[in-house]
């Protein structure tokens, strides 16, 4: 993990990653998996340039990130030209398979969105319609906790139905 293009990759579309969020406090999103986590990037094959970054951590910030069950997804981010490829999935099979080499007990896997009431997201509904799955909405965030089994269910299910197992 090439730690360096991962940072300049995020803070390169830092204004494009949703977050309503000042700059520091998206450095620190950015960051923590570094530290606390783990973190990857997705590569175009042919130019080998970075088109998306995703950064996690075990356990949450509010309990010292002692609650290593669950799985708090920080940043993922696909540039906007490659989001209609087969990307998405290939990029959720290896962070599924990162979380799991990383740390087996994970149960629950959660993460926050901007929320916006007038342009309902199809992916993250799929993600919040997986049995055992939340969504909530606080101020302008919408928080997600999906289970870690059902949703590696889910993307070994749209795998086989892509061709992509």
């Known amino acids: 993990m090439n730690f360096k293009s991962y940072i300049e990759f995020l803070l390169q579309h830092h204004a494009e990653l949703n ?8 450095l620190s999103f950015v960051g923590s998996p570094l530290i606390f986590g783990k973190a990857m990037l ?3 094959e042919e130019s080998y340039d970075t088109v998306g970054a995703a950064g996690f951590v075990y356990g949450t910030g509010a309990n010292g990130y002692e609650d290593r069950h669950i799985c708090q997804v920080e940043v993922a981010f696909i540039l906007a030209e490659y989001r209609r490829t087969s990307l998405f999935v290939q990029g959720l099979r290896a962070l599924i398979d ?9 149960e629950q896997v959660q993460f926050w969105t901007a929320a916006d009431p007038t342009d309902p ?13 939340t969504r909530s909405v606080v101020n302008e965030l919408a928080f997600y906790t999906v289970s870690f089994r059902e949703l590696e269910a889910y993307c070994r299910r749209f795998e086989r139905r892509t061709g992509l197992a």
């Open 42 to 44: 997705a590569y175009e």
């Open 121 to 133: 997201d199809k992916l993250f509904a799929k993600f919040s319609a997986l049995p055992g799955s």
């Open 98 to 106: 990162l979380i799991r080499e990383g740390n087996p007990e994970v």
């Open 19 to 26: 977050l309503p969020y000042s700059f520091a406090m998206k």
